[in-house]
């Protein structure tokens, strides 16, 4: 099989956790990575900096596509940033998902967004573009997630929850069924949430 080049957009703990999981897939291969002025010429587990954001126009390519490998907690502004400008330059990736992680058939899921080894995918679930499913995260029936969101390590979403763009919902949370989290918020390590969470929520998880 022929492998499709990627370019990876950030060189921090979450793009070692792409490289992990894109070197678990026959159909694609890391063209390099792109980074701070600063990351030039390192490797990340291997894989060359090989260029800034800036540079990402001059790699476009229609054989080659991009995803964003920086993480996100406090704000998505730099992921939607780096999203939009692989979005103009027709580079977006089509969903990356671990062959480790089961997807229900009946679900859909977004451009550049990535879903990490072990996580669950219920039926019926819509998630949007640019978005994480980390590790072993739980996304029941009947959820919406939107777009730009990072659902945490562990994370467990129960049935009809919905999380509007740019949350981002922390290790360990649940979130009970029907719940509404609105856009911005941040939900805390360990959070257990029974309400609906208005737009730009701040909901401290388990204490130390």
Not at 18 to 32: T, V
Not at 44 to 51: D, K, N, R, S, T
Request: glycine letters at 10%; charged letters at 20%.
């Amino acid at each position: 099989m022929k492998k499709s080049s990627l370019i990876l957009l950030g060189s921090g703990g979450h793009a070692k956790s792409c490289i992990n999981l894109i070197e678990s897939l026959d159909n694609l291969k890391i063209e390099g990575i792109l980074s701070e002025k600063k990351e030039l010429d390192k490797e990340i587990l291997g894989y060359p900096v090989i260029g800034t954001d800036e540079d990402l126009i001059n790699l476009a390519s229609e054989s080659t596509r991009a995803i964003v490998a920086l993480g996100q907690i406090k704000s998505a502004k730099k992921r939607i940033k780096l999203y939009e400008i692989m979005k103009s330059l027709d580079m977006c990736s089509e969903p990356i998902i671990s062959p480790f992680a089961s997807i229900s058939d009946h679900t859909n899921i977004g451009d550049a967004t990535v879903v990490m080894h072990g996580a669950l995918i219920n039926a019926n679930v819509d998630i949007g573009v640019n978005t994480i499913i980390n590790s072993g995260s739980i996304i029941e029936h009947d959820v919406i997630v939107g777009n730009h969101c990072h659902i945490s390590t562990r994370a467990t979403l129960n049935g009809n929850v919905k999380i509007e763009d740019e949350c981002f919902i922390g290790s360990g949370s649940n979130i009970r069924e029907g719940v509404k989290i609105g856009k911005g918020s941040i939900i805390g390590m360990g959070a257990n949430i029974f309400h609906n969470c208005p737009p730009g929520s701040i909901i401290k998880g388990i204490k130390d």
